[in-house]
């Protein structure tokens, strides 16, 4: 399957990518294959295969958020500057 100057300017455009002259020729042997390639896909026989949304099975692989060891609360705020009621005071960011 041959493709047209026009053709490949209006692949271009679609995908608004700006395509020099000199390059004309190189995407459109680029694109001759991709879509033999397409073609060769379309051919298989994919009856009785369901269709699936993703390639793989995902699975969570983050460890269970269980509660640990942590700072006691007067040892976190004790190399605080500026502690008070329990918590850090800190300038504030919004005016108004």
Do not use: C, W
């Not at 300017?9 to 679609?14: M, S």
């Not at 993703?54 to 958020?65: E, F, Y």
């Amino acid at each position: 399957m041959s493709l047209t100057k026009a053709e490949i300017q209006h692949v271009a455009a679609l995908a608004r990518l700006q395509v020099a002259e000199e390059e004309i020729g190189v995407l459109s042997e680029e694109l001759e294959k991709i879509l033999a390639y397409v073609d060769q896909l379309q051919q298989l026989d994919v009856t009785g295969i369901e269709a699936m949304s993703h390639v793989g099975v995902t699975q969570n692989v983050t460890r269970p958020d269980v509660p640990g060891i942590s700072l006691l609360p007067e040892i976190a705020l004790a190399n605080g500057p500026d502690v008070e009621e329990q918590q850090f005071r800190v300038p504030a960011v919004l005016e108004g």
